[in-house]
């Protein structure tokens, strides 16, 4: 094998790959320190846990459902923030041109033909859905 000008010998080149063997192949000890564990709870202090207990959250805000967060989240996939604000031709055919299926074309020709929308919220609205009561 030619090493061409390298700074070191063929010895040279296996101890040090020793020195690092470790590190590189990522054994036991390479990167877990004793001093990086997280200290453990307290005598008078409870266990760390995950979650805490009884946690309702759902992930959906106030007013509306998770189903209804991600069907709104899906009519704005395909309604780019290009069109808007628009009326619902603008946003048809900007939905077309982005691909949408029939049922969401569907819900965008139940609009109002002279009412311009600023946000999918609003066009979600006035197909008769929740938004959410108060943001974050």
């Known amino acids: 094998m030619d090493r061409g000008n390298s700074k070191h010998g063929p010895r040279l080149d296996d101890e040090m790959s020793?020195?690092?063997?470790?590190?590189v192949n990522n054994a036991a000890g390479s990167r877990a320190e004793e001093w990086r564990e997280?200290?453990?709870?307290?005598?008078?202090?409870?266990?760390?846990?995950?979650?805490?207990?009884?946690?309702?959250?759902?992930?959906?805000?106030?007013?509306?459902?998770s189903?209804?967060?991600?069907?709104?989240?899906?009519?704005?996939?395909?309604?780019?923030?290009s069109a808007l604000p628009g009326d619902r031709a603008t946003l048809r055919r900007n939905a077309e041109e982005n691909e949408a299926p029939d049922e969401v074309l569907a819900q965008l020709d139940r609009l109002?033909?002279?009412?311009?929308?600023?946000?999918?919220?609003?066009v979600w609205?006035?197909?008769?859905?929740?938004?959410e009561t108060q943001r974050w």
Do not use: H, K, W, Y
């Open 18 to 23: 020793r020195e690092v063997a470790s590190t």
């Open 38 to 65: 997280p200290e453990p709870a307290g005598e008078d202090q409870p266990g760390s846990t995950r979650a805490p207990t009884a946690d309702t959250r759902s992930g959906a805000p106030q007013g509306m459902t």
């Open 67 to 81: 189903v209804e967060v991600e069907q709104r989240s899906r009519l704005g996939r395909f309604i780019s923030l």
């Open 112 to 122: 109002p033909p002279d009412t311009e929308f600023r946000t999918v919220s609003e």
């Open 125 to 131: 609205a006035v197909l008769g859905n929740p938004n």
